[in-house]
């Protein structure tokens, strides 16, 4: 069980939005931990996706932005494409652990 | 560019040792703190250890506390995991990951920039 919480799978077509939350509680984001995300294509290391809650890295498309609010975080993924179709996972620091914490992830398809 | 190349990984018994290691390139190693995070089959993402990048700090899961070792090698760009007593809850790909941070309001948070592709270890008899 991860401490942070994702839907397991979302799913799209092409073109269209889609958003991935991330649950967690007051002993990490709702501590006002700042939430990172990653992607993972099929076989590959993760890639960083958006830091600081809603930063992207040089890049990364403007397709792709987070916010936090809360306890809880979201990606959204706008015009998506078959491309996207990959792993996605959030990370945050939890207080109570002492340590990193990610979600389970979740799967996007690209329909 | 940033390369992060994982070695070491393979079939061991349980019980078993096995040193991981990770070649940086690309960038000022010993500049960053480095982690190790690594994902289970079919499973999701969990952080094993990290170390500053003087080798002041080492900082470990509980999960493996006691077990494994980080280190590195600043003079050889070089990322290690000594791994002790393994169990087949060890069973993993084990990624290298460059640490960096992002600070606001006089707060930092630390986020990981760049990772390898991974090595797989597998604990089995």
């Known amino acids: 069980q991860s401490v942070l919480t994702q839907p397991p799978s979302v799913s799209g077509a092409p073109g269209q939005r889609v958003t991935i939350s991330c649950t967690g509680s007051?002993?990490?984001?709702?501590?006002?931990?700042?939430v990172h995300w990653y992607q993972q294509l099929p076989g590959t290391g993760p890639k960083l996706l958006i830091y600081?809650?809603?930063n992207r890295p040089s890049g990364v498309p403007d397709r792709f932005s987070g916010s936090k609010s809360g306890t809880s975080a979201s990606l959204a993924i706008t015009g998506l494409q078959a491309e996207d179709e990959a792993d996605f996972y959030c990370?945050?620091?939890?207080?109570?652990?002492?340590?990193?914490?990610f979600g389970g992830g979740t799967k996007l398809t690209v329909l | 560019e940033v390369q992060l190349v994982e070695s070491g990984g393979g079939l061991v018994k349980p019980g078993g040792s096995l040193r991981l290691s990770c070649a940086a390139s690309?960038?000022?190693?010993?500049?960053?703190?480095m982690n190790w995070v690594r994902q289970a089959p079919g499973k999701g993402l969990e952080w094993v250890s990290s170390?500053?990048?003087?080798?002041?700090?080492?900082y470990y899961a509980d999960s493996v506390k006691g077990r494994f070792t980080i280190s590195r090698d600043n003079a050889k760009n070089s990322l290690y995991l000594q791994m002790n007593s393994l169990s087949a809850e060890d069973t993993a790909v084990y990624y290298c990951?460059?640490?960096?941070?992002?600070?606001?309001?006089?707060?930092?948070?630390?986020?990981?920039?760049?990772w390898g592709q991974g090595t797989l270890v597998t604990v089995s008899s």
């Open positions: 600081g809650n809603n």
């Open positions: 990951a460059r640490e960096d941070q992002y600070c606001t309001e006089g707060i930092c948070y630390a986020f990981f920039d760049y």
């Open positions: 170390i500053s990048s003087s080798n002041s700090y080492m």
């Open positions: 990370q945050s620091h939890d207080s109570s652990l002492s340590t990193w914490v």
């Open positions: 007051s002993s990490n984001i709702g501590a006002g931990y700042d």
């Open positions: 690309g960038f000022t190693f010993s500049s960053y703190s």
